[in-house]
């Protein structure tokens, strides 16, 4: 089966740095890779996603980038605000049917003011 | 559009009892319903998948008897945690898909803390 691995697992940046998560995973035949931000408390919520036919993805201040050839995939925050401090999953699945992702570890990003 | 809801959001009971969490998608019609668990710090570990109608398809490891869950229509999902004990603690978070537009996502409800004393 599928193999996500996450790092760092804590990212500690003051406000206005950027934060780099990376992620690799197992399995070639992955080909959605979604990430998600969870605050204290909450359940996960979509932030951004990319599937393999992409290698980049913008939305704002966060950005996603994929490398098949490596099998690794990553989530780029820049100009990084307090509220930005969450837990982020990466997670890697393939798309259609049940669709049921393997998550990653998590990493814990605090945002200092 | 895509919300989930779960109820309770807290949860404390006492050791042997029986506990309802429910999870409803509120604007689509789920065919696929998720439970996970999460303990603190950790990943998200899936329990179980559902579709309406159907019996659920367990984890390995997980134990259908202590872990029922109901997929009776395509807006409601119940777990319940049988015979509660403290290792039972923990977060349990539930998402669910559905067809069209909601196909081949995941979207998750905001947890119930389950706290077994």
């Known amino acids: 089966g599928e193999n996500v691995e996450q790092h760092p697992s804590t990212l500690s940046v003051q406000e206005g740095d950027s934060a780099v998560i990376k992620c690799t995973y197992s399995?070639?035949?992955?080909?959605?890779f979604p990430w998600y931000k969870q605050e204290l408390g909450k359940g996960p919520q979509l932030i951004i996603d990319i599937r393999s036919n992409v290698g980049e993805k913008k939305d704002q201040r966060i950005a996603v980038t994929l490398n098949k050839t490596a099998k690794h995939f990553s989530l780029h925050i820049t100009e990084t605000q307090p509220e930005d401090s969450a837990v982020y999953f990466c997670a890697a699945t393939l798309s259609g049917g049940s669709y049921i992702p393997t998550f990653g570890r998590g990493t814990s990003l605090i945002v200092h003011p | 559009g895509a919300v989930v809801s779960q109820h309770p959001s807290r949860v404390i009971c006492k050791s042997g009892t029986s506990v309802k969490i429910e999870c409803r998608s509120l604007?689509?019609?789920?065919?696929?319903m998720f439970w996970y668990r999460q303990f603190p710090k950790q990943s998200l570990m899936l329990m179980a998948t559902?579709?309406?109608?159907?019996?659920?398809?367990?984890e390995q490891g997980v134990e259908k008897d202590k872990f029922l869950i109901n997929h009776a229509s395509l807006t409601l999902s119940t777990l319940t945690v049988t015979s509660a004990h403290p290792e039972d603690s923990s977060f349990y978070i539930c998402?669910?898909?559905?067809?069209?537009?909601?196909?081949?996502?995941?979207?998750f409800g905001p947890g119930t803390r389950l706290t077994v004393t």
């Open positions: 559902s579709n309406e109608g159907s019996k659920a398809t367990y």
């Open positions: 998402s669910a898909s559905g067809t069209g537009a909601f196909y081949g996502e995941q979207y």
């Open positions: 604007d689509f019609q789920a065919t696929t």
């Open positions: 399995d070639s035949a992955s080909n959605y």
